[in-house]
């Protein structure tokens, strides 16, 4: 437990000093959703009706476009091979490590989701389930694009082929996002959706350390 | 106790038994599948009676079943030689699923172009967003994914390697297609072919397709022995066993 909880400080403290690794994501979610209207209508009532795929498109790609430098720092600096050899087993490090950045990025994310839902003139009655789908939805994306990360933080040109990867994996947890935040909009249940979003999170939460455990080793190791 | 498997898979393990089995195998499936396809084609397109509702039109399932059948199941075998590979560090397995990506992702382009050719007469579109058409154009995704992987590598072992991991992942997707087609099952027909029931179909229509399937499996195991044949020469071209095979010409 205190090997985890030196991750976590290791992890927060870089975050901390390096600002532009949480802002960017936000910046990008902000600039990518206002582009929408500006490309199709500013009209309220289509925007309406995309909103909820808008918000959960530039929450998805935002959180993608953070992971590339998931582990490439410690790759480059030689501190991933330490922990690869280190005593310790890799779950923690894993963990901590997305943890931590989840809380910088998704959880950031889902907080300013309600802002842009006005903007995109979303039905209020969605809000609450737009911030709670974000919320579940956006550490899924997470654990799921570090396997991408790991497998591909040895690659000079890791940065394209990672959206080839992570992109088809992460097309359920879009479907259930986007649709609990259309039924709540709707005035419909969405518990369902939500349920389905926990469920894959849980699953992939348990699975996927040890595939990032297993693409780490091959990208460090070879 | 020791845990041991069959004498033969471990035999399997070496590229040049391999190379010497495969060589017995490939002729055998090639004519069955040339024989079969044939009898299936004719039997299929001429002789099976047209369908009440789509007439003619329906007879592209007998390519368009057997590919879409396979690209799923080539993507099972990719991912179960990726995890033997990974498992029993057995390079001859990270020759079958790197040899199996290739044929799988052109499988999954046929399925998705018959259905295409199919649902212009059928449905008046070319495309629509259901679920099971959804489902192969994201294996074909997967699909790439997992050769671009490969081929990002340098160092042929890592690639191996990175490429199981990520088909293992992807078999996650596999049930997700299955499921899909009941939890949304929008416009497409239920699957043709259930192992637990009889099929809707009347005879006369399916046992072209069980042909058509039969063949284009016998197609898939002798594209795969052949182009394993070539990866193995090429990986192992150093060994002396290939040095002599090339000087004997054979």
Request: hydrophobic share 60%; glycine share 8%; with cysteine.
């Amino acid at each position: 437990m205190h090997f985890f909880y030196a991750v976590l400080r290791r992890e927060t403290l870089l975050l901390v000093r390096h600002r532009q690794d949480w802002i960017n994501p936000l910046a990008f979610f902000l600039v990518v959703t206002v582009l929408f209207p500006l490309a199709i209508s500013p009209e309220a009532k289509t925007l309406a009706v995309i909103a909820p795929g808008v918000v959960w498109i530039a929450a998805l790609l935002a959180t993608l476009l953070s992971l590339d430098g998931l582990f490439k720092a410690d790759y480059e600096d030689g501190s991933l091979e330490q922990m690869l050899l280190g005593a310790h087993s890799l779950w923690p490090v894993i963990y901590g490590k997305l943890l931590v950045h989840w809380l910088a990025t998704g959880f950031l994310l889902a907080l300013l989701a309600p802002l842009l839902s006005v903007v995109l003139f979303l039905p209020g009655q969605a809000m609450v389930c737009l911030v709670i789908s974000l919320l579940l939805g956006t550490p899924t994306l997470i654990v799921i694009g570090a396997i991408g990360a790991a497998l591909t933080v040895g690659l000079r040109r890791g940065g394209v082929l990672i959206t080839l990867l992570v992109l088809p994996l992460y097309i359920p947890v879009l479907i259930f996002g986007a649709a609990s935040v259309q039924a709540a909009a709707q005035g419909m249940a969405y518990s369902g959706q939500l349920a389905l979003l926990a469920a894959i999170f849980l699953l992939s939460l348990l699975l996927a350390p040890a595939a990032i455990g297993a693409a780490l080793k091959v990208s460090v190791r070879g | 106790m020791k845990f041991k498997l069959p004498l033969w898979f471990y035999q399997l393990a070496s590229p040049k038994w391999f190379y010497e089995l495969s060589g017995k195998l490939l002729p055998g499936f090639g004519w069955a599948a040339l024989l079969l396809l044939t009898v299936g084609t004719v039997w299929g397109l001429a002789f099976a009676p047209p369908d009440y509702q789509q007439g003619n039109s329906f007879r592209i399932i007998y390519i368009h079943v057997p590919g879409a059948i396979l690209a799923q199941s080539c993507y099972m075998l990719m991912a179960v030689a990726g995890l033997v590979g990974l498992v029993w560090k057995i390079k001859m397995a990270h020759v079958v699923a790197k040899c199996c990506a290739p044929i799988g992702a052109s499988m999954a382009v046929l399925a998705l172009t018959t259905g295409a050719i199919w649902g212009k007469p059928t449905w008046g579109a070319w495309w629509v967003w259901d679920a099971r058409l959804t489902s192969m154009l994201i294996l074909l995704f997967l699909y790439l994914g997992v050769i671009a992987l490969t081929e990002a590598y340098e160092n042929e072992a890592s690639g191996d390697k990175a490429a199981a991991v990520l088909a293992l992942v992807g078999v996650v997707n596999i049930p997700i297609i299955k499921y899909s087609v009941e939890w949304w099952n929008t416009l497409h027909q239920p699957a043709t072919f259930k192992l637990t029931e009889k099929p809707a179909m009347p005879p006369e229509m399916w046992q072209p397709l069980l042909v058509m399937i039969l063949g284009f499996y016998c197609f898939f195991a002798a594209a795969l022995l052949s182009r394993a044949r070539t990866e193995v020469l090429t990986r192992e071209r150093r060994a002396a066993w290939v040095v002599t095979l090339v000087e004997e010409g054979g």
